[in-house]
């Protein structure tokens, strides 16, 4: 895709946002209808008040780039650290975001502020350090030098503004996946970071908790941070499915219009946010710019791009592929189903064909028919035209009844120096049809506690006393982990408050996870689910996001 670099006037709306028209005119009639006449005139008015500052966006736009008529829109998005004065120094958060009504899709890629880049006309530098020295305008050049994309407009939002935003909504509610603190009690002098005391658990959180939410980093990367910006924008997405009072309108327009500066009109304002609001949260690609190692300077620690990996995060951000499954396929069209014996073999799965996804792929069929203990491993040593099942002594009539899942393939001994616990080895060959798709597996075999002291069980007898409802307590675990917090508390929701419980657990290679209880059975979280299946009598509801497994529910 060509860049066009224009001069002096701006362009005029391409053909692309003529389909959009529609919803344009439909979010005006709901406008009306809900706030009156005269809550419309001042949400138009108020509207045009963003990027009043003539000066930064008459920059910007000559480094702006021209959509081309029914193509996908680029636009920057820049979060700034303005202090209470208005100064700003540099861009904290930085995001191009690739809005394609004709693919119903939305992609959002972030850029970490510490990437060290070459920024046109000054060198190498940290790229938050263009905005510093160029404003916008070299904001723009530098990101699309480092992507080859086009920048069709930009929207530079202040941090006074993002919590405004969120108490104009009420508030945002968020699964906080463990306790965030610091006071900068004992902090060294210059190093000292944002206060932050919230607790873990699913809760709304107010527009300063939010900010220091997704700004906090004292003890995290910055790409722990994108990641956890990102599912923040994903519980923003899922909150906006359950709004639907609409009075809020001109309070949220104000704040948005008093904190935004950008090139976009009004008209497409109300476009964009219209078709935001209508994606599918499950066509939101997430990624981020991949790093190849950590540097370190006189200006400190930086990141070094993976210019390797780039081309194909590049690609993935414009054609994006959504491969989770939507519907289940009738069990009658589906292979025959293992037997309880061989759901429990323990099971490996190797890709042995080269295409990505494909044990992913094997795995989740695997899982899908029963089977308990599941695990992907890496790429086979040699490829196979027919998927090779491998079994360990004593494991033969397992192996011959997971091959009803594969035919056609073959079936063998287990080499003597193969490396895996497994009972049954699984090599998917090309013959294996299966597609991709994102597969809830494990990292070994499953944890199962006999004694009470490794359980936490005092801790979760305290909980149940608590609470007003029956707490349920697992006894099986797909990783080894350490017990981290238990938090019962209450939910803040419109119809008062829900009792719920918050376990916070911590694996081996830091990571955390959780398990949340609670009553609170119309959260925003759970509405539009990726996949519904039901086992057993009971409807289980997956939540994926980037083809990985967020969250799975049931009730």
């Known amino acids: 895709m060509g860049i066009f670099n224009k001069k002096g006037r701006h362009y005029q709306k391409p053909a692309l946002w003529k389909r959009i028209v529609k919803w344009t005119l439909l979010s005006i009639l709901i406008i009306v209808l809900t706030v009156g006449l005269a809550g419309f005139i001042f949400v138009y008015r108020t509207l045009g008040k963003i990027g009043l500052n003539t000066e930064v966006i008459y920059e910007a736009k000559q480094q702006l780039d021209i ?6 829109v680029n636009i920057l998005l820049m979060g700034t650290d303005e202090d209470p004065d208005g100064n700003s120094t540099r861009s904290d958060t930085i995001m191009l975001v690739r809005v394609n ?13 510490d990437l060290l880049v070459d920024i046109p006309g000054v060198g190498q530098d940290k790229i938050n350090a263009a905005y510093a020295i160029g404003g916008v305008s070299l904001s723009i050049e530098t990101v699309r030098q480092l992507t080859g994309l086009p920048i ?7 941090y006074e503004g993002f919590k405004k935003v969120v108490d104009a909504m009420g508030g945002v509610y968020v699964d906080v996946d463990r306790r965030y603190f610091n006071d900068n009690s004992n902090a060294p002098w210059g190093e000292a970071y944002e206060p932050i005391d919230i607790y873990p658990g699913y809760q709304k959180l107010n527009g300063d908790d939010a900010l220091a939410y997704v700004r906090y980093r004292h003890t995290d990367s910055d790409f722990v941070r994108i990641k956890r910006q990102q599912y923040f924008i994903r519980d923003v997405k899922a909150q906006s499915l359950t709004w639907g009072n609409f009075t809020k309108i001109p309070e949220l327009a104000d704040v948005f219009a008093g904190n935004t500066t950008s090139d976009i009109s009004r008209s497409d304002v109300l476009s964009l946010t219209k078709f935001m609001l209508s994606v599918n949260r499950d066509r939101i690609y997430q990624a981020q710019a991949p790093i190849q190692e950590i540097g370190s300077g006189a200006a400190g620690s930086y990141l070094v791009l993976s210019r390797e990996q780039l081309p194909d995060i590049i690609k993935a951000f414009q054609s994006p592929e ?22 429990a073999t323990v099971i490996e799965v190797l890709n042995g064909n080269g295409v990505e996804g494909a044990a992913s792929a094997a795995a989740q069929l695997l899982t899908n028919k029963g089977c308990t203990s599941v695990n992907i491993g890496g790429n086979a040593v040699n490829s196979y035209e027919e998927t090779r099942i491998f079994y360990s002594e004593g494991s033969q009539t397992a192996a011959a009844d997971l091959a009803k899942l594969f035919e056609p393939c073959n079936i063998g001994t287990m080499p003597a120096d193969t490396d895996t616990q497994a009972q049954v080895l699984v090599v998917v060959g090309s013959s294996f049809q299966g597609q991709p798709q ?3 597996t494990t990292t070994g075999d499953s944890i199962h506690f006999e004694s009470d002291s490794d359980t936490g069980e005092l801790r979760w007898k305290a909980a149940d006393m608590q609470l007003p409802f029956d707490v349920k307590k697992p006894g099986d675990f797909p990783v080894e982990f350490d017990y981290v917090d238990f938090h019962p508390y209450e939910i803040e929701t419109d119809t008062g408050p829900q009792p719920a419980l918050k376990v916070v657990a911590q694996d081996e290679k830091g990571d955390y996870w959780g398990i949340m209880q609670t009553t609170f059975k119309d959260a925003p979280l759970l509405e539009a689910p990726s996949v519904e299946r039901e086992i057993d009598g009971r409807k289980y509801r997956f939540f994926y996001a980037d ?5 799975l529910a049931w009730e």
């Open 322 to 343: 959504f491969n989770r499954p939507e519907t289940v396929a009738p069990e009658e069209d589906a292979p025959p189903g293992p037997s309880d014996d061989t759901k």
């Open 438 to 440: 994102p597969a809830v």
């Open 67 to 72: 959509p081309l008529p029914d193509e996908p």
């Open 101 to 113: 009504p004709q693919g119903e899709c939305l992609s959002i890629l972030s850029i970490p502020r």
């Open 547 to 551: 083809d990985n497994l967020r969250y």
């Open 152 to 158: 069709h407009h930009f929207v530079l939002i202040n």
